[in-house]
């Protein structure tokens, strides 16, 4: 088989590992990818909203699958492109990647299936927000662009006046571009987060092992939001309980909710969990594989790859016994320091070489390039370094002793990812 995979981040590097496993893979592209990509795939130059391109290239080379990593064209509806010129692709159509792609889609379809989230209103004018912060809300209280904002768009605010600038944040100063044009205005809930990553062929959800992010940039949930300072997985937290909740009321419920509304959902459901103490609770639903979730999830997955997307696509997830080895594993990004906020790009990196043949350790590439004496920094988030251990603790020394082998001027990291294993 030839796959395109299309993306450029740390995850499209887990993914692409794993589909390098399948026995099936001949070849695998990835557009546009990234110099750690590089390495195991052939790049094409071309970006992930170019569609037209990406749908050329497919049928020039005769692509076998295409798997969409990114939400940004998946809510753009780069699926149904591929589906119209009869190329297998993994992802939902634009119809259904919706969910999250509009907070108030998602929040909407929440309230009608009895899925548990937080209360919420939705506005689509500023003074209306305004003056249903004046009147009735309770504080804090969180505002979400409706749209996509690189994970940025939300705010949580403990003041009206804190909220009031919010508003203007979000829907007047367009911060978030027209992602802000509508918002959502949510209750606070307090709890642990989780994320659950799962599969889904439109009417059948198989649940990968559970996740926990770092979103903030700085130790001890410091700092400002970022796309995702580094993972473990499984979560301790992710109790049987917690588990036989959300299997009874989020996540068939979710797929159900979607084939009701005429939106069939292929592909991957990535559900933000918060265990509050009424129980979890819906956060987001994200389209797509989670980043830097992916890269602890999928190396521990068992299943090729490529027979549980072929799965997903063809209605017959059901066969598929999905599982995942026994063990724990901690990702570490290293990113440049100034991010998300401003940082160098172009510094060279050294080290990466350790890596190699030892199977408990990866380094996913997420901003790098290659430069003319080997491999240069390209983004704020550059490398997710993961290891594997028995359990979570062994999986966490070992990573940020991995952390050690790399080096480039401007590194940064967090020293307490996974710190949390250590209260459960
Ligand atoms: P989201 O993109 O919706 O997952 O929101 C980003 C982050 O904001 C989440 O990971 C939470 O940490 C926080 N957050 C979102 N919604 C709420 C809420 N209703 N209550 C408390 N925190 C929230
Ligand atoms: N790590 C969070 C996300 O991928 O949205």
């Given at each position: 088989?030839?796959?395109?995979?299309?993306?450029?981040?740390?995850?499209?590097?887990?993914?692409?590992?794993?589909?390098?496993?399948?026995?099936?893979?001949?070849?695998?592209?990835?557009?546009?990818?990234?110099?750690?990509?590089?390495?195991?795939?052939?790049?094409?130059?071309?970006?992930?909203?170019?569609?037209?391109?990406?749908?050329?290239?497919?049928?020039?080379?005769?692509?076998?699958?295409?798997?969409?990593?990114?939400?940004?064209?998946?809510?753009?509806?780069?699926?149904?492109?591929?589906?119209?010129?009869?190329?297998?692709?993994?992802?939902?159509?634009?119809?259904?990647?919706?969910l999250e792609g509009s907070k108030a889609f998602s929040k909407d379809l929440m309230k009608k299936y009895n899925i548990p989230t937080a209360a919420y209103e939705t506005f689509d004018?500023?003074?209306?927000?305004?003056?249903?912060?004046?009147?009735?809300?309770?504080?804090?209280?969180?505002?979400?662009?409706?749209?996509?904002?690189?994970?940025?768009?939300?705010?949580?605010?403990?003041?009206l006046d804190e909220a009031l600038e919010g508003v203007s944040t979000i829907m007047k100063d367009k911060k978030f571009g027209d992602a802000g044009n509508r918002m959502v205005i949510e209750e606070f809930m307090t709890g642990r987060e989780v994320s659950v990553l799962s599969f889904v062929d439109g009417k059948t959800i198989k649940i990968m092992s559970s996740a926990q992010d770092h979103k903030r940039a700085k130790d001890g949930d410091q700092g400002l939001n970022t796309g995702g300072m580094g993972t473990f997985s499984p979560s301790p937290f992710y109790t049987k309980e917690v588990d036989e909740f959300c299997k009874k009321y989020i996540y068939q419920a979710t797929v159900d909710?979607?084939?009701?509304?005429?939106?069939?959902?292929?592909?991957?459901?990535?559900?933000?969990?918060?265990?509050?103490?009424?129980?979890?609770?819906?956060?987001?639903?994200?389209?797509?594989?989670?980043?830097?979730?992916?890269q602890v999830v999928l190396p521990r997955m068992k299943n090729d790859m490529i027979e549980v997307v072929e799965a997903c696509i063809n209605g017959t997830l059901d066969r598929i016994d999905l599982q995942f080895e026994d063990n724990a594993a901690v990702c570490v990004v290293l990113a440049?320091?100034?991010?998300?906020?401003?940082?160098?790009?172009?510094?060279?990196?050294?080290?990466?070489?350790?890596?190699?043949?030892?199977?408990?350790?990866?380094?996913?590439?997420?901003?790098?390039?290659?430069?003319?004496?080997?491999?240069?920094?390209?983004?704020?988030?550059?490398?997710?370094v993961t290891a594997k251990g028995a359990d979570l603790k062994e999986a966490r020394k070992k990573a940020y002793e991995a952390t050690e082998w790399v080096k480039f001027d401007n590194k940064y990291m967090r020293h307490d990812i996974g710190k949390a294993i250590d209260e459960a």
């Open positions: 088989m030839k796959v395109l995979i299309v993306g450029s981040g740390g995850r499209e590097h887990a993914i692409a590992m794993s589909v390098k496993k399948s026995a099936k893979v001949d070849k695998m592209y990835c557009a546009p990818g990234n110099a750690g990509i590089g390495q195991i795939a052939e790049c094409v130059p071309i970006g992930a909203m170019e569609f037209d391109k990406l749908v050329d290239f497919a049928k020039k080379e005769a692509i076998d699958l295409v798997i969409v990593g990114m939400d940004d064209p998946l809510v753009g509806g780069l699926v149904d492109e591929f589906e119209k010129a009869d190329i297998p692709v993994f992802g939902p159509r634009k119809n259904a990647a919706i004018d500023a003074d209306a927000a305004i003056d249903y912060l004046k009147t009735k809300a309770e504080f804090p209280i969180v505002l979400k662009a409706d749209g996509l904002a690189l994970g940025k768009g939300v705010l949580i605010c403990n003041t909710a979607m084939a009701k509304e005429g939106r069939t959902f292929k592909g991957v459901i990535f559900f933000g969990l918060m265990l509050t103490e009424k129980g979890p609770r819906v956060l987001e639903y994200n389209a797509r594989f989670g980043d830097p979730e992916a440049s320091d100034g991010y998300p906020v401003s940082y160098e790009k172009g510094l060279p990196i050294t080290g990466l070489e350790a890596f190699e043949g030892k199977d408990d350790y990866f380094v996913f590439h997420a901003g790098t390039k290659m430069g003319d004496a080997g491999f240069v920094t390209n983004g704020g988030r550059v490398l997710g």
